[in-house]
């Protein structure tokens, strides 16, 4: 009988222990500039339903670090998921691949392709979730702040797929995450009460508000997405009204406190969820948050095929 793969849905896949293990390989993946051959032989295969800049990239360029290779498969192809069912797609592609990084609108389908998937699959983002964006996120602000369980890291704007794993990420290490959402835009509460739960476990402290001012007080990082993903084009106009007030500019950042740093997962809508001037401020260490996904998604690439 074969072995069953390891998958990465969400970071509900992952325990502290595996998260910390990552990040020290992720730390030595970094530092160590030559190429190491250690998937020589193997090939990644990215579905994508949505487009992308960092997600394909950092992963076809960590996949030919590691001595690699990828192909990718776009929305054309897959016909957003329309041309055949998920379960087909992922048991003839078990047959050609290694292991499939997976970016779907519906996070069910994903689910689905890891269901009938000989081979490892990885979210590259779904509606629910954007575990290996999370993986990055916390290994910057480790590098950046020093340490990660007892910090307070503030989220503002959506409650959404970015947030979600956020939130996991952040009960499962013990860093303390105060979320502002306008009412109505509010996470998943399923999710919600699963961080409550892990949070628990860390001595996290997980906080729910609508006022942003009061979410950022104090913290060490601020963080914000867009207000309007892909895929919920058509809810711009209301959205951009609902989500006044959540815009981080300087005035936002000022009231957070001194030496607050400036996190997005990008791409960011500058002028919408977040001013040029924060952006490109002293604080802003989005550029380093986006080198970090090539780092991370290299040690989980190893993690998951090297078992
Ligand atoms: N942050 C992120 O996943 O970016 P892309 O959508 O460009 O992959
Ligand atoms: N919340 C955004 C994240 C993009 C990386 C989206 O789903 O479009």
Same mark, same amino acid.
């Given at each position: 009988?074969?072995?069953?793969?390891?998958?990465?849905?969400?970071?509900?896949?992952?325990?502290?222990?595996?998260?910390?293990?990552?990040?020290?390989?992720?730390?030595?993946?970094?530092?160590?500039?030559?190429?190491?051959?250690?998937?020589?032989?193997?090939?990644?295969?990215?579905?994508?339903?949505?487009?992308?800049?960092?997600?394909?990239?950092?992963?076809?360029?960590?996949?030919?670090?590691?001595?690699?290779?990828?192909?990718?498969?776009?929305?054309? =192809?897959? #016909?957003?998921?329309? $041309?055949? !069912?998920?379960?087909? &797609?992922?048991?003839? *592609? %078990?047959?050609?691949?290694?292991?499939?990084?997976?970016?779907?609108?519906?996070?069910? =389908?994903? #689910?689905?392709?890891? $269901?009938? !998937?000989?081979?490892? &699959?990885?979210?590259? *983002? %779904?509606?629910?979730?954007?575990?290996?964006?999370?993986?990055?996120?916390?290994?910057?602000?480790? #590098?950046?702040?020093?340490?990660?369980?007892?910090?307070? &890291?503030?989220?503002?704007?959506?409650?959404?797929?970015?947030?979600?794993?956020?939130?996991?990420?952040?009960?499962?290490?013990?860093?303390?995450?105060?979320?502002?959402?306008?009412?109505?835009?509010?996470?998943?509460?399923?999710?919600?009460?699963?961080?409550?739960?892990?949070?628990?476990?860390?001595?996290?402290?997980?906080?729910?508000?609508?006022?942003?001012?009061?979410?950022?007080?104090?913290?060490?990082?601020?963080?914000?997405?867009?207000?309007?993903?892909?895929?919920?084009?058509?809810?711009?106009?209301?959205?951009?009204?609902?989500?006044?007030?959540?815009?981080?500019?300087?005035?936002?950042?000022?009231?957070?406190?001194?030496?607050?740093?400036?996190?997005?997962?990008?791409?960011?809508?500058?002028?919408?969820?977040?001013?040029?001037?924060?952006?490109?401020?002293?604080?802003?260490?989005?550029?380093?948050?986006?080198?970090?996904?090539?780092?991370?998604?290299?040690?989980?690439?190893?993690?998951?095929?090297?078992?």
């Amino acid at each position: 009988m074969t072995m069953k793969p390891k998958h990465l849905l969400t970071l509900q896949d992952l325990d502290r222990e595996e998260i910390l293990h990552l990040f020290r390989n992720a730390i030595e993946l970094k530092r160590e500039k030559k190429t190491l051959r250690l998937l020589a032989g193997k090939t990644l295969g990215l579905l994508f339903q949505k487009p992308s800049v960092r997600t394909r990239v950092s992963f076809e360029v960590g996949m030919a670090q590691l001595g690699g290779q990828s192909l990718y498969i776009g929305p054309v =192809e897959l #016909e957003q998921g329309k $041309r055949e !069912s998920p379960k087909d &797609v992922a048991r003839v *592609l %078990s047959r050609y691949l290694d292991v499939i990084v997976a970016r779907t609108f519906r996070h069910a =389908e994903v #689910e689905e392709m890891a $269901r009938h !998937s000989e081979i490892p &699959v990885i979210n590259g *983002l %779904s509606d629910a979730s954007h575990p290996c964006q999370a993986l990055a996120d916390l290994l910057t602000i480790q #590098e950046k702040v020093g340490h990660l369980q007892g910090i307070k &890291v503030a989220y503002v704007g959506d409650g959404n797929n970015v947030c979600h794993s956020l939130m996991k990420g952040c009960a499962l290490v013990g860093v303390n995450l105060s979320i502002a959402t306008p009412t109505g835009y509010e996470p998943n509460p399923t999710i919600t009460q699963w961080a409550a739960r892990e949070a628990k476990k860390t001595d996290a402290k997980i906080e729910l508000l609508n006022d942003p001012l009061k979410a950022v007080k104090g913290a060490s990082v601020l963080y914000t997405d867009v207000w309007t993903s892909m895929g919920q084009e058509q809810e711009k106009q209301r959205r951009v009204k609902a989500f006044q007030g959540f815009r981080v500019d300087g005035k936002m950042m000022k009231a957070a406190g001194h030496g607050t740093l400036f996190m997005h997962c990008l791409p960011a809508h500058r002028g919408e969820e977040v001013t040029d001037e924060v952006m490109d401020s002293r604080e802003s260490i989005v550029y380093d948050q986006a080198e970090n996904r090539l780092h991370v998604q290299k040690a989980v690439l190893l993690m998951l095929l090297k078992r």
